[in-house]
Structure formats: structure tokens, C-alpha cells
């Protein structure tokens, strides 16, 4: 017996790959509003942790990822989480620096993004009760 294939399945794009970057980035206005210092680190957060959770999907490729941490990385984040994921990402690059396959310095990434967003939901709720 074949599966059908989902209506889903026909009408995703390609994922987006390196190629899409320049154009991704220009969408969001990311040049520009980083320009204005209108790019908190906690947007930065949401912007890689919403694309990393893509590539699992299927979404979006390793070399987009790649970029967007590079594109990331270049804004100098002060938060040590933002810091920490987007200097894991740049360390890829040399394989002598890279200790895990990619795929788990991505999924180690997105955990650690998680939780730091779960950490500081769980904080606002608790001052909101006080």
C-alpha cells in the first residue's frame, strides 16, 4: 500500500540554505536595527532559537544556521547564553575547535536556549506574584 503524501509536503519551499541568509537577514531588517541598537540580546535569542527549532524541521539547513550564528556572533552579544551558543557555532567552522558532530552543537544550542527562555518565564511569572 502507498502513503499518501500530505497537501504540506508539496506546497514547503526548499529549506532555506546558506544562499537565503543575505535576504533572510535583510527581511528582518537585521543591519538596520542593529545599526540603531534596536537588537536586544533576548530578540537575538528568540531570532536563533526560533531558526534552530526550523532546522530540525527540516526548514532550514546547516549552512543557514551556520550564517545566522556568524551574523549573530558579529553583534558582540553580552548575554552569556547568546555568547556562549553563538562562539559554539563559530568554533564549527575549525574542526579542531568543534568537539560534537554538528548536528549536536546545534541540538546542545537550541537546549540551552530553551532553558534559558524557560528559566526567565518561570522568573517573570514569580515577580508578577509578588
Known sequence: MKK???IEHHTN???LSENNIEGYLK???FDERSEQGNLSDEELKK???DNLEK??????TQGFIMGLGSAIYEECPKDDILLTVTCMM????DPHLRKSPIKEVF???LDMLKKDRDKKIVQD??????
Open 125 to 130: 511569572r514569580n515577580h508578577d506574584q509578588t
Open 13 to 15: 519551499p526548499k529549506p
Open 4 to 6: 499518501s503524501m500530505s
Open 47 to 49: 531570532i536563533l532559537r
Open 27 to 29: 527581511s528582518i531588517k
Open 55 to 60: 532546522y530540525f524541521q527540516g526548514k532550514i
Open 90 to 93: 563559530e568554533d564549527i567552522h
Open 107 to 109: 541540538r546542545s544550542a
